[in-house]
């Protein structure tokens, strides 16, 4: 199909309806809202809903109400708006209802600024709504992906009832670059679990309640069954240069662009450093962080984000204190330049 | 303390299969509540006019949290006051179906209070049922917003005051103050003729959805005897002595009547016809990479800045365009933050062979600044040997750097020449192509009538282009 040259925000609407989403509910939020935009314009064209939602929190349980009957709903945002969806996010993970969410992130606390952060990892890889639960989350790092992670997000939502988010942030957002886009998903797996209006749904029920405690312990475990599951088959990630790196970046986003960029100069000086990226953030790669741990020629690791460092700490953990774990990252919106990334790479080796 | 909903209707489900422990018969509402008896009319009226099997219910959290147990209809559980907004996204989804919110006090008036201003305010084609008992029945008899001046609840021990709690809230008034509700009604549920009232108007709430007219709003004024700490029989005399004082009954709104029924029709385009409605199809023009006149040094990292308004962000875009026809990877990035304050804009554009990196132009190949501050700001960024394009016409000043290729460009002149002083990029835009080297001018003109799609447009651009081309090879010569 058509190759576009189109903004990573527009990418997700026109991956999410050739996904087969008919049904868009949102706020406007920058850096989010060119997604809005471009779901007003589409979703009508294809006999879709969208719809300007009073609040975020409307919004996501708008969202919940149109994932309860079936069909592929989503809803995006940023960062603060997030922090408003959560109560929906819970409550989407208990009554296990497929959608898709987009967080396209931006600086914090509070307000906050609209410049690019991943400062929202802790709250959507960890859950952060109320609840052992946890959201799939996927990380783009392209126009490309936002379209291509959009699409398998929804598969994945449906696949394991479960909501699942696309993290992105401002930069991906706002970035233009070619897009390959696929062809539409045609056959989509009945749902008999949905509430859909007729008469064989009556005994359907879409809710997060469980009052006796050896029932709520039950389904609990069920979900954490579900996402056990979920990372034994859909951790996916990308390795850049690794085979006889001595020291492992690791970044995510926008950052995995930069870090790319910074390891072919580094290369160039003939330093021994590769980068892993995860795609999928839960499920974590922590399998293949912990096998690279032990291998012999891997020295140490390091992290980089645009936060205080929060996906440092799932880093760690797969490292386990086999290697040095060593950390940096930029907030408020400032992303470090490909000069700054080779000066602290550099430094941060001199733990080898 | 559970009361047991005679006469069951098809509404209902034969046993309350949901419900925990071995009475499947019976609600778990108490006695007196008036739950159960308006449970009764609604699922009564589905049965009448046989919508049971296509309803779908949306229980609240508040005492009717449970409804789900009873009705025998599709059923979904709604966060604390979000009800409206999931009736919203079932009722948008399944237009055909109907749609109940059913609400309390505390869930519609306080928490969810924008919820329902909103969904009545689109005038969502939903039947909403409030039940209106002035207290928290669920949690523990707190005040509610329709809690009384006065009244005692475990919130306001000393009684709800004007001075801290402000007056108790009229939800019909106030939704009957909105365009688009089409009936909006409050009744009491007190004593058999009110409840016959009542019943009415469950039947004429429901009806109205089934003849598509809208948003409808019933205000159910209901019993709480344990929340009142009354016997059932004192609680029907309480609404009526003091409860109807303060919520009066009556209409307040009823247009259904009057109004055209809404067009829930729904037409999904089938997943194959999508690529088109959505404007993937593939543009005719083809490329053949092979017969372009590149450079083989075409990697470029271009910055291109000035005033908001100038086509700074366009230019960029038609580069990468013209780079993605020409088979190689692009980016572009909006100057994003705080570089965006001051008035200038500016975007980074990479074309390169290779797998693109980091999308930032940080020390660009190319500079084309459009503003005197743009080159103020930038030229010292460009790399040695670099080339430095400046709109001649608008920035009285000169680069300073004599490492770099200079290219003076009077471009807002020439588009003013020419009729149209927005044209000054596709201008610069001809003397890039003339110029360098990783513009195939071909490509640019192959390109330009996907971008400027109106006639007259695309004229006055082509010239503009021209006259770019010329000045570019001029210059290059």
Known sequence: MAKQFVKGNEAIVKGAILAGCRAYYGYPITPASEIAHAAALYMPLVGGTFLQAESEIAAINMVYGAAGTGIRAMTASSSPGFSLKQEGMSYLAGAELPCVVVDIMRGGPGLGNIAPEQSDYNQVVKGGGHGNYKNIVLAPNSAQEMCDLTMLAFDLADKYRNPAVVLADGFIGQMMEPVDFPEPVEEFAEKKWAIRGVDGDRLNLISSIELDPDDLERHNQKLQRKYEIIENSETRFEEYRLDDADFIVIGYGIVSRMVHTAIDQLRIEGVKVGMLRPITLMPFPTRRITELAAMDHVKAFSVIELSNGQMVDDVRLAVNGAKPVEFYGRMGGNVPSIKELVHEIKRMMRVL | ?477
């Open chain 2, 1 to 477: 303390m559970s009361v047991k909903i005679l006469g069951k209707s098809e509404g209902f489900y034969d046993t309350y299969e949901r419900r925990p422990g071995s009475n499947k018969e019976q609600t778990h509402y108490c006695p007196g509540c008036g739950h159960g008896i308006l449970h009764k009319m609604i699922a009564e009226a589905l049965t009448d006019y046989e919508v049971a099997e296509n309803c779908i219910f949306v229980s609240p959290v508040g005492c009717s949290v449970f409804a789900y147990y009873y009705f025998n209809a599709g059923n979904i559980q709604a966060a604390h006051g979000r009800a409206p907004a999931v009736a919203t996204g079932v009722k948008r989804a399944l237009p055909e179906s109907i749609v109940i919110s059913y609400q309390g006090d505390g869930d519609l008036a306080a928490i969810g209070g924008n919820e329902i201003l909103h969904a009545a305010n689109r005038g969502e084609a939903m039947t909403v049922f409030f039940v209106n008992n002035a207290i928290y029945g669920m949690t523990g008899g707190q005040m509610a917003p329709t809690t009384l001046i006065g009244q005692k609840t475990t919130t306001t021990p000393y009684g709800r005051t004007l001075q801290n709690e402000g007056y108790p809230m009229r939800m019909a008034e106030i939704i009957a103050s909105l365009e688009s509700p089409v009936y909006v009604e409050r009744v009491m549920l007190a004593d058999v003729r009110s409840k016959n009232a009542a019943r009415k108007a469950v039947r004429r709430g429901i009806k109205n959805q089934i003849e598509k007219k809208g948003f409808s709003f019933i205000e159910v004024l209901s019993t709480c005897p344990t929340g009142w700490k009354m016997t059932a029989p004192q609680s029907e005399e309480w609404i009526k002595s003091t409860l109807m004082q303060n919520f009066p009954l009556g209409v307040f709104k009823d247009i259904a009547q009057q109004v055209e029924p809404l067009d829930l029709s729904q037409n999904l385009a089938a997943p194959a016809r999508v690529p088109k409605l959505i404007g993937l199809e593939q543009d005719n023009v083809k490329f053949d990479s092979a017969s372009m006149k590149l450079s083989e040094t075409i990697d470029q990292e271009i910055k291109i800045a000035g005033f908001g308004g100038q086509g700074v962000l366009s230019l960029g875009v038609w580069l990468s365009e013209i780079g993605m026809r020409e088979d190689l990877e692009v980016s572009w990035i909006p100057s994003y933050g705080p570089e965006m304050r001051g008035g200038t804009a500016n975007c980074h554009v990479k074309l390169s062979r290779e797998a693109i990196g980091s999308p930032l132009v940080t020390h660009p190949t190319v500079l084309v600044a459009m503003n005197r501050p743009s080159l103020e700001k930038f030229e010292d960024d460009v790399i040695e040997g670099g080339a430095i394009l400046w709109d001649s016409s608008l920035i009285d000043i000169e680069p300073k750097r004599d490492d770099v290729i200079r290219i003076p460009i009077p471009a807002t002149e020439i588009a003013k020449e020419l009729g149209n002083t927005k044209t000054s990029n596709v201008v610069i835009l001809g003397v890039l192509a003339g110029y360098s080297d990783f513009l195939d001018p071909i490509v640019v003109q192959q390109v330009l009538p996907l971008i400027f799609k109106k006639r007259h447009l695309l004229e006055i651009n082509l010239k503009a282009f021209q006259k770019g081309l010329e000045l570019g090879r001029a210059l290059q010569a």
